[in-house]
């Protein structure tokens, strides 16, 4: 005999905010492991194995079709990632921001050493050997861009191709020009 499906379209019914976490002993209760993520309807006092269950994804899921109108959260994460949907909170932007920096970071110091590719729009795909000191130069310039300052014609380009072959995900921001300082149209 088949085993019945423990979310028997209860989350179709209802908002994600009807459903709470179940409580480490509630999972062991319904069969799954202490640190399982799983979510029962809140109004539900008494959990046991026949208990209708959401996972962590699908409560996720329901939490995303219905505050955001997408199909999943991998679709909301990308909407944020190109600025169409706002972040929860300032905090949390900012905690994004600094964590993909700590990857590009590492990535920087993983691929000293290295051929990186490079692809150039005349002269086609070629190759960057990344150094120590370019991780250095490219690093220094990077902080530099980032905080307003102007770069002269070699360090920009250099700057450019280090970002572009390592997927900087500033790469707009280094690309812009400076925010003009105490410049004045007709002065």
């Known amino acids: 005999m088949a085993?019945?499906?423990?979310?028997?379209?209860?989350?179709?019914?209802?908002?994600?905010?009807?459903?709470?976490?179940?409580?480490?002993?509630?999972?062991?209760?319904q069969g799954f492991s202490r640190k399982a993520r799983h979510y029962v309807l809140k109004s539900i006092k008494r959990v046991t194995k026949h208990t209708?269950?959401?996972t962590a994804r699908a409560h996720e899921t329901l939490r995303t079709r219905q505050m955001h109108g997408l199909a999943s959260p991998e679709q909301a994460t990308q909407a944020r990632r190109e600025g169409a949907l706002?972040?929860?909170?300032?905090?949390?932007?900012?905690?994004?921001?600094?964590?993909?920096d700590r990857r590009l970071r590492k990535k920087t110091r993983q691929s000293v050493g290295e051929?990186?590719?490079?692809?150039?729009?005349?002269?086609g795909t070629s190759r960057l050997h990344f150094t120590h000191e370019r991780m250095?130069?490219?690093?220094?310039?990077?902080?530099?861009?980032l905080r307003g300052e102007w770069l002269d014609d070699v360090e920009w380009f250099a700057l450019m191709d280090a970002a572009k072959a390592l997927r900087d995900h500033r790469i707009m921001q280094l690309r812009a020009s400076p925010p003009p300082s105490g410049y004045r149209i007709g002065q």
């Open 3 to 29: 085993e019945k499906s423990r979310c028997s379209g209860a989350k179709r019914r209802h908002s994600y905010s009807d459903y709470r976490r179940l409580s480490p002993d509630e999972n062991e209760r």
């Open 52 to 54: 209708p269950s959401i």
């Open 86 to 100: 706002s972040y929860s909170s300032q905090d949390q932007a900012e905690r994004v921001a600094k964590a993909a």
């Open 115 to 123: 051929w990186l590719p490079n692809r150039h729009p005349k002269k």
């Open 136 to 145: 250095e130069t490219y690093e220094r310039n990077r902080e530099r861009k």
